[in-house]
């Protein structure tokens, strides 16, 4: 009975599939947002975006954590920058408006980021302000 | 940062690979890397790169098989799954290889697959025809699973060589010739991914610069993604451009509304408008902000993308706001069409 056992046990873990991340970790999603930063310092914008993208899904991957809102707040004003850059004004306000759904408190320092930006923040508050959202 | 450069101009000869395998030739990919952020640009810059031509779909499938991988992709395509999956997507496809479009798959971690689901995928790409392309993404890590990945795929082993078309033909030593047809497996293996900052990441770019300059290939990762970029005829009088200051204004499109969901980024990426080819479209960026002049004309505060200009020199001027001011004279084309302050 137990060398069946065993056998058994050893015929699934030969069928089981390799070991891989079964949650990608916040540190794959700490490098990613560099890269991201990395590429907008270096002006590729759309690739910028294109990262974004799959970054936001990763961090869907991850799940809630409270770590996490911080990082998808900095990841939307990320994505933001790269919109506002290539002239999509309305989606990098969407971007900045999912970026204060998870970090309310979100404030960008002027003398450091654009004010076309900061202007953008303060706009898309002001949006979900009318919506009747609230922290 | 060089590291960073490096690590893109390896994505990009990759990806340019993978462009003429999945569109030219209409092959199927297997790409052998590590995993890591240069494979994660790939995978997020290749659907924009075949945008206008394939659909591209991103595929993380984790524990999926066979009706639940089917059903999955049909979602990635707008569609619901009902009935059955597989010949609802079978479906989808013939209809998108019918508007001359198709499918590209983009298998992400296809190493860790099980047999069955990377057997379900060679069934369903034979299915398909050329309405289905599948692109999966094996890490290095380990014994090579790569002939394993093609032998459960059924689909015959092509290598692409760093000489192009010439080198094409030659089999891998110890592994059976390529079939003949266009629906064999292209074996990518010069654009390999490594982690960023190796030396083989640095003799990469060496190559690869070199490559690039032979080939006369764009550098700049973010037009070749546009999927426009190659059609647009080039004028045929330069006489006839007009001044470069009087083109001082950007391009890409206000798209039309706030979306209440980020788009989703494995389907292709809103298209932008090309500058003709006399024409560079030019991207600035200071840090921390700064107020741009080209050639003495105020272009606005950074970040400033798609601007187009004129091939050939322009005065760039970056006004700071503590009043430093930086210029840099830069003569730009295909490949300097970023600049960065300071």
Redesign the interface.
Known sequence: MLVALAWGVAAAGAEAEPAREAVPSLERVDRELAEIAELLDAAYFRTALSVSGATRELLEEVGAQPAVEARRARLEVLAATAELALGQRARARGSLERALRAEPALTLDASRVSPRLVELLAEARGRLGDTGWRP | ?SE??AG?AAVEHTLVDLERALLRDASHVVVTGRS??ER??L???L??RLAGRARAA?I?L?GAEGHVLDARILRRLGREPGGDPQVRLLEQLRELAADGSALALLVE?A????PAAVAHLGRLAAAAGPGLRLALFVDEA?ADPVPQLVSRLGLGVQKIAAGGAAARSAPRRGRPPPPAGPRATVWVERGRLEPRGRPAVKALLGAGLLLLALLALPER??ER??PDSRRVAEPARQASLPPPAAAAA???????????A?????IA??P?PSPPLSRVSV???A???ARIEVDGRELG??????IPLARGPHLFRARF?DGRVLERRVTVDARHN???FP
């Open positions: 940062m960073s450069r893109l890591g952020p994660s640009l995978l997020s810059a659907p924009a991103v993380g984790r971690d190493g860790s697959l099980s380990g990762l973010e993604a546009r950007p391009v890409a499109p206000e798209p039309p509304a706030v979306a209440a980020p788009p989703a980024p494995a990426a809103e932008a991207n600035l960026n840090r921390p902000w505060i950074t970040p400033l993308g798609g706001a970023r600049i960065t």
